[in-house]
């Protein structure tokens, strides 16, 4: 069992940065793929990005590559998410997930934060 809360969203211009976390309770997180979704309002769930247990480079959404990162320390049992040169369109409520592998699809994370709501105005 993981649970997942984050933190870091607010309202920020647009070219501006924020750095959300996702901190991780239970002793098998370092297992765990961690990914970031993200839903706009009237719209579905999508991937942003997603990080193996091992850490690396990461997989992205074509949308924020390049311009988002994330991140993972294992020791402190936290997953984050670098955001630069945020456009309007990012404006969301972000999720971090756990799961098994690393797949696009909000169905196959079998854990779930309570969302963060980032606003980027223009």
């Known amino acids: 069992q993981v649970q997942l809360v984050e933190s870091g969203g607010g309202l920020v211009q647009a070219g501006g940065s924020l750095r959300l976390s996702c901190a991780a309770s239970?002793?098998?997180?370092?297992?765990?793929?961690m990914g970031w979704f993200r839903q706009a309002p009237g719209k579905e769930r999508e991937f942003v990005a997603a990080?193996?247990?091992?850490?690396?480079?990461?997989y992205y959404a074509d949308s924020v590559k390049g311009r988002f990162t994330i991140s993972r320390d294992n020791a402190e049992n936290t997953a984050y998410l670098q955001m630069n040169s945020l456009k309007p369109e990012d404006t969301a409520v972000y999720y971090c997930?756990?799961?098994?592998?690393?797949?696009?699809?909000?169905?196959?994370?079998?854990?779930w934060g309570q969302g963060t709501q980032v606003t980027v105005s223009s």
């Open positions: 997930a756990a799961g098994r592998i690393v797949v696009f699809t909000p169905s196959e994370y079998a854990y």
């Open positions: 239970g002793r098998t997180f370092s297992s765990y793929v």
């Open positions: 990080i193996r247990w091992s850490g690396g480079s990461g």
